[in-house]
């Protein structure tokens, strides 16, 4: 009889305690336990700067002062901003980078994506051949260009003087020419990124669409425009977004050809908050430069889902 | 028909093949000026094939000089390989928890995540420059570490894979009385080997190529990567191309070697951002 009540007693305790740790509340906590480090890393990594830099951008602060030299300033950087004739080069610059960069890059790409995918042999080594100099570091292209580009030595201007021209550009070296020596350099690294892109949607295109078309006796550029190129829409749309965030965020080559030079005729937003951040040591104007870029790309990319969602349903 | 159709595809392919050797000039030149003396380097018409020979001059000269360049090669392997690991760690296991794991908030939290990825990493540099400072993390290995250890975008990528991942093995496992970490790692991540070949790679290639991370965070010679080891030898030898074409070789090829034994992976890593967009 005793027995009995123990025996009974055992399942009830059992089921009061499963009670609190049911499968479901342990596998929340296991789920928390394994998004931890990425949630401290977010925490640390992205939302505290987020808000740092937001306070920051409304202080006057030389990080050479130590904290106490910290003041609140109101609207101050971003008056100083509008004012600010470096910045305003700096955004005309993105700008005029920006409009080079990604629809030269594009219609490059696509035009040898097409012709990579469809007309030719040993596809697979025009891929690799395109996309080197997406691969290698794009400081060590740097370092190649800028000999190939220097004024007088360099292999570039020796064949324009050879072929007659008198006065050749002084590329990286000229504020005339420097941001569009930038551009060139950025195309060549960056469109073997582009044609991988096209091509792996291209993969995705049904053969039969081209085989019924040019049964109907579509031509081969018939066939590009109604066929390939609507076909290419949304990739369009995704590479033409992180293209221009991407435009937008241009620093390293620039940082180490020119360091926004000659006389700021390549300088871009990244780099101005380079200056004034790590060079000057002003973390307050540093962080409303920073928010100025931040507004743009977050802009941009809010812009951009409404535009996919549209492609997406249409 | 047929044999018309190969006429103008051999055409094409002639074409295509003059315009990628075009193309690559840079970097053949690149090549072929760091086997010269420098005097022979800015001659005009360029010697493709150089006369004479001064490859092992300029090798030593980059390898065993002043800042040898095997110190670089050190600091970028041991920057990347740590970043690397870490990423397909954290990363795989917030994925696996965003994409295996029911609990409440979840799909919450990973749009929160998400979000995070429009700011620019630029606009956040002024803030986690100060914060590396006061960790006592500035000028050192460990503070660009920190930065990298994991990423948003590989655990968007990997929780996309993992949703591919049929939940039978998971039930199957737990019915053997498999606990959820033995889940994880015996039956998810073999599963995810694919995707983190290809994240490994790509984040690899990333960390580096960086520049921008450690020109900002670190001062001290020794620590530099390869890419800030450039940045030395563009201001040391300015008028020695030869040396710097050497230099700038040696930091292309083994990633170009590694593309090219690996390039299925790597095309399909790039690829996969754009076709999900």
């Not at chain 1, 080559?253 to 040591?281: D, M």
Request: glycine share 6%.
């Amino acid at each position: 009889m005793e027995n009995k009540v123990i025996k009974a007693s055992v399942p009830v305790s059992y089921v009061h305690k499963k009670a609190f740790w049911t499968n479901g509340r342990k596998e929340g906590l296991i789920g928390w336990l394994f998004l931890l480090p990425e949630i401290i890393g977010i925490l640390l990594l992205y939302l505290f700067p987020l808000v740092f830099s937001l306070v920051l951008s409304f202080s006057e602060w030389n990080l050479v002062g130590g904290l106490q030299a910290i003041h609140f300033a109101g609207f101050d950087n971003f008056i100083k901003l509008f004012e600010d004739e470096k910045v305003i080069l700096a955004l005309k610059n993105n700008f005029i980078f920006t409009i080079f960069t990604v629809p030269i890059g594009m219609f490059l790409a696509i035009i040898l994506a097409v012709i990579i995918h469809t007309k030719v042999y040993m596809s697979s080594y025009f891929k690799i051949a395109f996309f080197i100099p997406y691969i290698s570091s794009i400081i060590a292209i740097g370092a190649v260009w800028s000999a190939l580009f220097h004024p007088s030595l360099g292999p570039i201007n020796q064949f324009l003087t050879g072929v007659g021209i008198e006065n050749p550009p002084m590329w990286l070296a000229s504020p005339k020419t420097s941001l569009i020596s930038i551009i060139i350099i950025t195309i060549w690294a960056g469109i073997g990124y582009q044609i991988i892109i096209y091509l792996s949607s291209l993969s995705s295109i049904p053969e039969e669409l081209y085989e019924a078309a040019s049964i109907d006796g579509a031509s081969q550029l018939q066939q590009f425009f109604k066929i390939t190129l609507p076909l290419l829409g949304p990739t369009n749309v995704f590479l033409f977004i992180t293209l221009l965030i991407g435009s937008f965020k241009v620093f390293d080559l620039i940082a180490f050809l020119t360091q926004g030079g000659p006389n700021n005729s390549s300088t871009v937003i990244v780099f101005r908050i380079y200056e004034e951040g790590f060079q000057q040591f002003n973390m307050g104007y540093a962080s409303a430069i920073s928010w100025l870029l931040f507004i743009i790309v977050g802009v941009i990319t809010l812009i951009s889902w409404k535009l996919q969602k549209r492609f997406v349903h249409s | 028909m047929k044999n018309k159709l190969d006429i103008s595809k051999t055409l094409f392919t002639i074409g295509m093949l003059v315009l990628s050797i075009f193309f690559l000039v840079p970097l053949i030149w690149m090549m072929s000026a760091a086997f010269k003396f420098e005097k022979d380097v800015m001659v005009f018409p360029i010697q493709w094939i150089p006369k004479d020979w001064n490859l092992v001059e300029n090798f030593k000269a980059v390898w065993m000089g002043d800042i040898p360049f095997y110190k670089f090669y050190f600091n970028s392997i041991k920057l990347a390989a740590i970043q690397t690991l870490s990423t397909l760690i954290f990363s795989s296991m917030a994925a696996f928890a965003f994409s295996k794991l029911q609990f409440k908030g979840r799909d919450f939290v990973f749009a929160l995540v998400l979000s995070f990825m429009i700011i620019p990493e630029q606009a956040t540099l002024v803030p986690r420059f100060i914060l590396i400072k006061w960790l006592g993390l500035y000028n050192t290995h460990e503070g660009l570490i920190l930065m990298g250890l994991f990423s948003i975008y590989f655990t968007f990528l990997m929780r996309q894979y993992m949703l591919g991942i049929s939940n039978e093995y998971i039930e199957a496992a737990k019915l053997d009385g498999a606990g959820y970490f033995k889940i994880y790692w015996s039956i998810i991540l073999p599963l995810c080997k694919p995707i983190l070949a290809t994240a490994g790679i790509i984040k690899f290639i990333w960390i580096w190529n960086d520049y921008q991370g450690p020109l900002i965070f670190l001062l001290n010679k020794d620590l530099y990567p390869i890419t800030l080891g450039l940045q030395l030898f563009k201001d040391d030898y300015a008028d020695n191309f030869a040396v710097l074409m050497m230099a700038s070789m040696s930091a292309v090829i083994p990633l170009v070697v590694v593309f090219i034994i690996l390039q299925k992976q790597v095309i399909k890593g790039i690829a996969l951002g754009g076709v999900k967009g």
